[in-house]
């Protein structure tokens, strides 16, 4: 990669995620990043439906099994097949989304002599975790932010966090305006004629009045989630 030729060959960009359903969050970032002249692949757990979709606006992707707890032989294999791939696919910026592929993701990169690590923290997965298991996660954390090049938090409270609990060197954080997961696409708020009408076959389905409020949430049934502040 020393000699290559930036100025002719598209710039390469790996998004790596612990999860294939991961893939959405990204959403139309896929194709800002080609737009704007990347090779865009992505390295995430099996599924055929989400990789299939991604492959088919151009992104190469490859499958790496990650897994969600903890599982020493399979996550020292995850390790070495991420290791190995990085290893032979050079890439520009390594983009690390999700805990665990973060983490992995980080050792893989520096492992394979990858310069430009960039940590995007959606949320931290251990925030009602005590004891031992807080502390391996702390751990993990701490680790992650120190091999990455930049720590991109999606909001402001999270950069300070990490800061305030020492995981992370201040001045390796970034914050995209004031505060991101993926944007917003506007779109999806316009009152189309599909939307109206679905609207009201809905409401009437759920016996909700006609211009009477609705709070709609998504997400886990979990604490970590919110759901006590929804509630």
């Known amino acids: ?28 970032q896929w194709a800002h990043w080609m ?3 990347w090779e865009v692949h992505c390295i995430a757990g099996p599924g055929d439906e989400a990789h ?18 903890p599982s020493p032989i399979k996550d020292i294999l995850t390790l070495i097949q991420l290791w190995w791939l990085l290893l032979w696919h050079r890439y520009d910026i ?9 983490f992995f993701g980080a050792l893989a990169g ?14 931290r997965a251990y925030e009602n975790m005590t004891g031992l298991k807080r502390k391996v996660m702390n751990i993990c954390e701490w680790l992650t932010c120190h091999l990455a090049t930049l720590v991109v938090p999606i909001c402001r409270e999270l ?42 076959y809905t409401r009437q389905e759920l016996g909700i009045k006609p211009g009477q409020l ?5 997400g886990w049934f979990r604490r970590d989630k919110g759901i006590d502040e929804f509630d």
Do not use: W
């Open 110 to 123: 520096r492992l394979s002599f990858h310069s430009h690590l960039y940590y995007l923290v959606r949320g």
């Open 214 to 218: 609705v709070i709609f949430n998504i």
């Open 94 to 102: 390594l983009h690390l989304s999700t805990p665990k592929a973060s």
């Open 159 to 200: 950069g300070e966090i990490l800061v305030t609990e020492r995981l992370c060197p201040p001045g390796r954080i970034r914050i995209v305006g004031h505060g991101s997961s993926a944007g917003i696409d506007l779109e999806i708020f316009s009152r189309t004629e599909t939307y109206e009408k679905f609207g009201k």
């Open 1 to 28: 990669m020393s000699n290559r030729d930036m100025s002719k060959e598209k710039k390469r960009l790996c998004i790596i995620l612990t999860s294939a359903l991961s893939m959405n969050l990204l959403r139309k």
């Open 35 to 37: 737009k704007h002249g």
């Open 52 to 69: 299939n979709r991604v492959r088919a606006m151009g992104v190469k992707t490859f499958v790496v099994p990650i897994e969600r707890n």
